[in-house]
């Protein structure tokens, strides 16, 4: 495959994930977003790899914007280090969460690709924190790939992002959490603070 055909296909694919997008599904966790803040909770981002990095942006952008307390475990690399050394990988975020105090008002929402599987070992500290959260009652919220995962069985507003392509599922996951996620941030019932380049542009 040329470059170019490369490119062409890949932007296509973009756009078709675009279109089969289900509009009602970002709605409800919208709705979900507004209750954890109007409660006054907490929105705990967890990812891994890629997804760690949009779970920092997303808790800059849901603070920042939407007036909302959120956090990311992934953010403070010192506790993550030490929990994986001392007590396994498999544990880190609900050993954090159980520090937060996560509760019923709170909300974990889970950025991933295959929203985590503990039966073939892939992302099972998703997983265990899920658990966590369905033990205290916190609301369970995601943008996952594929068929989702754990996340998808238990979660109580999911998104998931359309596979047009199996070979490029992570890429295509990845991105669109990102445009998922500004998407909700600028919704009319969540975004509350201004947006600097567009206030300058006005």
């Not at 694919?13 to 599904?25: G, M, T």
Request: hydrophobic share 50%.
């Amino acid at each position: 495959m040329s470059s170019m055909t490369h490119s062409a296909t890949y932007l296509g694919q973009v756009a078709e994930i675009a279109r089969l997008i289900d509009p009602a599904a970002v709605e409800r966790l919208v709705a979900q977003l507004v209750a954890v803040r109007d409660a006054g909770g907490r929105v705990f981002f967890l990812g891994v790899g890629g997804s760690a990095a949009n779970a920092a942006h997303a808790v800059n952008d849901f603070r920042k914007l939407a007036g909302i307390e959120c956090y990311a475990p992934t953010d403070n690399v010192a506790e993550l280090t030490a929990r994986t050394n001392d007590e396994g990988w498999e544990g880190v975020f609900a050993g954090w969460l159980r520090v937060s105090r996560l509760g019923p008002i709170d909300a974990v929402f889970v950025l991933s690709v295959g929203g985590g599987d503990q039966a073939r070992n892939i992302s099972a500290n998703l997983v265990s924190a899920l658990r966590l959260a369905q033990q205290v009652g916190a609301r369970i919220l995601g943008i996952v790939g594929r068929d989702g995962g754990f996340t998808a069985q238990v979660a109580d507003a999911v998104l998931l992002v359309p596979v047009v392509d199996a070979a490029a599922i992570t890429p295509h996951t990845e991105a669109f959490q990102a445009v998922l996620w500004h998407l909700m941030v600028t919704h009319p019932a969540l975004l509350r603070g201004p947006m600097t380049w567009e206030t300058a542009a006005r």
